[in-house]
Nanobody, 120 residues
Framework: QVQLVESGGGLVQPGGSLRLSCAPS????????MGWYRQAPGKQRELVAG???????NYADSVKGRFTISRDNAKNTVYLQMNSLKPEDTAVYYC??????????????WGQGTQVTASS
């Protein structure tokens, strides 16, 4: 029932910036990680950035130094600040929340996706 609501996508010129936001519509218990994936036409979905509840982050090599993931635990919101956007960043970006459902099991929540286009 709970949904991930994301926003912030749009069209920018290369070198521009966007900030994506994502928040659950309700309470998700036992969140392990929150993150962002993206998928471009003809390409597989890939992890862009992830962040744990404790604040540990990881990034795809292609976005390191340009993108920053952060979270506001009070608001249960995850953000992706995207700077120096490149045409190859163009994709649909999906928010992801991994819920710990057991000792070794998780459940994935997904946002509806938001289009990010970096083009002249």
């Amino acid at each position: 029932q709970v949904q991930l609501v994301e926003s912030g996508g749009g069209l920018v010129q290369p070198g521009g910036s966007l900030r994506l936001s994502c928040a659950p519509s309700g309470v998700i218990f036992s969140i392990a990680t929150m993150g962002w994936y993206r998928q471009a036409p003809g390409k597989q979905r890939e992890l862009v950035a992830g962040i744990t509840t404790g604040g540990n982050t990881n990034y795809a090599d292609s976005v390191k130094g340009r993108f920053t993931i952060s979270r506001d635990n009070a608001k249960n919101t995850v953000y992706l600040q995207m700077n120096s956007l490149k045409p190859e960043d163009t994709a649909v970006y999906y928010c992801n929340v991994k819920q710990r459902t057991g000792r070794e099991t998780t459940y994935d929540y997904w946002g509806q996706g938001t289009q990010v286009t970096a083009s002249s």
